[in-house]
């Protein structure tokens, strides 16, 4: 059964419009936008204006655990494979229900922080000493219990790892719990997907050219020739990672991906940092889309990727929240162009008045939510016919834009720091947060405290 919502404005085809009526149909999805039209007597009227959800289209749920709890240095030096060794030793703990529990925690967190819908990235997947589950994909069944207890959409990726390196032929003791070959992610995979519905779907992810084979990237490709779902991929975080591969293979990580002509339209580069023109260009011809998770990228000093290149080349591009040291989508659109700017002494780099995009938050925000689609295997996203009905509606008293012009919200929403959570939230065509509380939210933070108390004590 269909109902109806009205806005005062919405953000609809890359613009603020006004008196914008929405049609959610029985499947949750948008059934009719059109703007410039009176509030009908029996349509919901939204408490301020609404913009559409975005995806986080790259999540480590259990780091969430991790969060600001590295930043210490007591040795001569630190950097992203020194975290990586304390970021292992998290891993190694935590239980099936402490990951639960996490997940939970952090996915309420999200849906504040404006996405409703997060790709998971999931290489969690055995007991500690590497022994699979009773059942193996217990993991996995945790993180959508975690998504259907918060109310947000879940795109699971079971993860390709099998090794420490080019040079190595296994994982480490310390990574016992990630290993996973390519003809069980595709069993995984496909077992996750006959649960899908509107909220919650499953696709493919190699944790990168390090961790995974050539001949198993390539068999993981086969199995999954005619399918259409989403294949994420790290690759070029580290500039170690790409001296390695050109060592090793003697070609860069993304240029290797080119030459196995292994890219297409379903593949999500995540991290991309360290990528050349002719790089930029390769992955622009193949249709792949970039995710780029500035928060988690700054924190680990991995560099800053060439953003306007990217852009210039039309490849799509999304943005993650990885480590979850940022879990809001407005602060990573801000340190997306931000860092540029640090890096090139200018400013508005993302905006583009060439091409009629004057405005660099409108820009970004189109990005992501264009990117975010493919990202998450879905076929449409946004305030658009067909695309699920999920929606964020603004707190119209938040500081942040006390004077600011109906033109400019955006631009203040992203770029005029703190400012407040959603105050409602759709999934769905379901509210999952309004007047600014979400069922559950409280257990869930009271459980994740728990959970931090055992896990540092042993940790």
């Known amino acids: 059964m269909s109902r109806l919502l009205w806005a005062p404005q919405a953000w609809v085809d890359g613009r603020w419009q006004d008196q914008v009526l929405l049609e959610v149909d029985g499947a949750g999805c948008w059934a009719r936008i059109v703007a410039d039209q009176p509030c009908p007597p029996h349509a919901e009227r939204l408490a301020g204006p609404g913009l559409p959800g975005l995806v986080?289209?790259?999540?480590?749920?259990?780091?969430?655990?991790?969060?600001?709890?590295?930043?210490?240095?007591?040795?001569?030096?630190?950097?992203?494979?020194?975290?990586?060794?304390?970021?292992?030793?998290?891993?190694?703990?935590?239980?099936?229900?402490?990951?639960?529990?996490?997940?939970?925690?952090?996915?309420?967190?999200?849906?504040?922080?404006?996405?409703?819908?997060?790709?998971?990235?999931?290489?969690?997947?055995?007991?500690?000493?590497?022994?699979?589950?009773?059942?193996?994909l217990a993991m996995a069944w945790a993180l959508r219990d975690s998504a259907r207890a918060s109310g947000i959409g879940?795109?699971?990726?079971?993860?390709?790892?099998?090794?420490?390196?080019?040079?190595?032929g296994a994982l480490r003791p310390d990574q016992a719990r990630f290993r996973l070959g390519a003809d069980e992610v595709w069993s995984a995979s496909?077992?996750?997907?006959?649960?899908?519905?509107?909220?919650?779907?499953?696709?493919?992810?190699?944790?990168s050219l390090r961790g995974a084979a050539p001949e198993s990237i390539h068999r993981l490709a086969h199995l999954a020739a005619g399918w259409s779902g989403a294949i994420h991929i790290h690759v070029a975080e580290q500039t170690g990672e790409v001296d390695d591969c050109?060592?090793?293979?003697?070609?860069?990580?993304?240029?290797?991906?080119?030459?196995?002509?292994?890219l297409d339209a379903r593949w999500q580069l995540v991290?991309?940092?360290?990528?050349?023109?002719?790089?930029?260009?390769?992955?622009?011809?193949?249709?792949?889309?970039?995710?780029?998770?500035?928060g988690t990228e700054a924190d680990l000093g991995d560099g800053l990727t060439d953003?306007?290149?990217?852009?210039?080349?039309?490849?799509?591009?999304?943005?993650?929240?990885?480590?979850q040291v940022t879990r809001d989508w407005r602060e990573e659109l801000r340190w997306l162009e931000w860092g540029q700017r640090l890096a090139r002494r200018q400013r508005n780099l993302a905006a583009d008045p060439a091409r009629s995009q004057p405005a660099t938050a409108a820009r970004l925000f189109e990005a992501a939510?264009?990117?975010?689609?493919?990202?998450?295997?879905?076929?449409?996203?946004?305030?658009?016919?067909?695309?699920?009905?999920?929606?964020?509606?603004?707190?119209?008293?938040?500081?942040?834009?006390?004077?600011?012009?109906?033109?400019?919200?955006?631009?203040?929403?992203?770029?005029?720091?703190?400012t407040r959570p959603w105050r409602d939230v759709m999934v769905a065509g379901t509210w999952v947060r309004q007047s600014n509380h979400q069922p559950g939210r409280e257990a869930a933070a009271e459980r994740l405290a728990a959970v931090m108390q055992r896990l540092w004590q042993s940790v």
Request: charged share 20%.
């Open 246 to 262: 050109l060592a090793a293979t003697g070609r860069r990580p993304i240029e290797w991906l080119l030459h196995e002509q292994l």
């Open 56 to 136: 986080d289209a790259h999540s480590h749920a259990f780091q969430r655990a991790f969060a600001g709890l590295s930043e210490r240095r007591e040795q001569d030096s630190d950097d992203f494979w020194s975290w990586r060794d304390r970021m292992y030793r998290v891993a190694g703990q935590v239980s099936v229900d402490e990951v639960r529990d996490i997940a939970t925690h952090l996915f309420h967190e999200l849906i504040e922080g404006g996405y409703t819908q997060v790709c998971e990235f999931h290489y969690l997947q055995h007991q500690a000493d590497g022994q699979p589950h009773a059942d193996p």
């Open 271 to 294: 991290h991309a940092t360290h990528a050349t023109p002719a790089e930029v260009a390769g992955v622009a011809a193949s249709g792949a889309g970039v995710v780029i998770c500035p």
């Open 154 to 168: 879940l795109t699971l990726l079971p993860v390709l790892y099998e090794r420490a390196g080019f040079r190595h």
């Open 369 to 418: 939510r264009q990117a975010g689609a493919a990202a998450a295997g879905l076929p449409a996203w946004g305030l658009t016919p067909g695309a699920r009905a999920d929606l964020l509606v603004m707190a119209a008293d938040d500081p942040a834009l006390t004077g600011i012009p109906a033109s400019h919200r955006l631009d203040a929403l992203v770029f005029s720091a703190p």
């Open 190 to 207: 496909q077992r996750l997907r006959t649960q899908a519905d509107a909220r919650f779907d499953a696709g493919l992810a190699i944790h």
């Open 307 to 323: 953003l306007s290149a990217w852009l210039a080349a039309g490849v799509p591009v999304a943005v993650g929240s990885d480590s």
